[in-house]
Each structure stands twice: as structure tokens, then as C-alpha cells.
């Protein structure tokens, strides 16, 4: 079973960058989706960013153009790069991982805050 650390994330204004971190326990490039969710005060949970094994990485419309999915070379560890931060953005980012044949291994980050001034 594949496990997860979450890190990064922090205040920033806008304009600003962060990068989230999303560490496995296990190569996760090639039979696990990667995706980034976040979650706004008030409003439901979406994704951000989706990266499946040899795929290329999907983006919600409100992030294109300004966030990233890459990984290391060691292939344990996929980022979230954040570049020209708005306000809209500010939220709690969560990495979910999760096998891309066996449902029942995946993982959770324990979530990251990120707050973006104006």
C-alpha cells in the first residue's frame, strides 16, 4: 500500500509562487494518478491537476497556464508548481495517489494551506 507525506504551501501575495510536495513511499510514475485537489473556505472540494502513467497532465481552467505537475527524478515524488498566485487560489491542496489497477491502494496527503494576499 502506497504511502504519502504532503509538504509546502504557505502564504504568499499575489504574483507570488509556491511548489506542494507529494513524497511516496514507492515509484508512483508508472501505475499510479497523481492528482491535486483543493478545497476553498465555503466551497466544494475540486481538482487542480491530474496526471495519469504515461498521460499528459490535465488542468482545471482556473490553473492553466500558471500550474505545473513534475516530478523527480527518482520518480517518488510529483510537485505541484504554482506560478502567479491570485487570491481565488488561497485553500486548503490535497495530493491524492491512487493505483491505477488495485482500488484499494491509494493514499491521501494530509493537506497543505495555502493563502494568497492580495
Known amino acids: 500500500q502506497v504511502q504519502i507525506v504532503q509538504s509546502g504551501g504557505g502564504l504568499v501575495q499575489a504574483g507570488g509562487s509556491l511548489r506542494l510536495s507529494c513524497a511516496a513511499s514507492?515509484?508512483?510514475?508508472?501505475?499510479?494518478?497523481t492528482t491535486w485537489y483543493r478545497q476553498a473556505p465555503g466551497k466544494p472540494r475540486e481538482m487542480v491537476a491530474r496526471?495519469?502513467?504515461?498521460?499528459?497532465?490535465v488542468y482545471a481552467e482556473a490553473v492553466k497556464g500558471r500550474f505545473t505537475i513534475t516530478g523527480d527524478n527518482f520518480k517518488t515524488t510529483m510537485y505541484l508548481n504554482m506560478n502567479n498566485l491570485k487570491p481565488e487560489d488561497t485553500g486548503v491542496y490535497l495530493c491524492?495517489?491512487?493505483?491505477?489497477?488495485?482500488?484499494?491502494?491509494?493514499?491521501w496527503g494530509q493537506g497543505s494551506q495555502v493563502t494568497v494576499s492580495s
Open positions: 491524492y495517489v491512487g493505483h491505477i489497477y488495485r482500488k484499494d491502494d491509494n493514499a
Open positions: 496526471v495519469a502513467p504515461r498521460g499528459d497532465p
Open positions: 514507492e515509484n508512483i510514475f508508472y501505475a499510479y494518478e
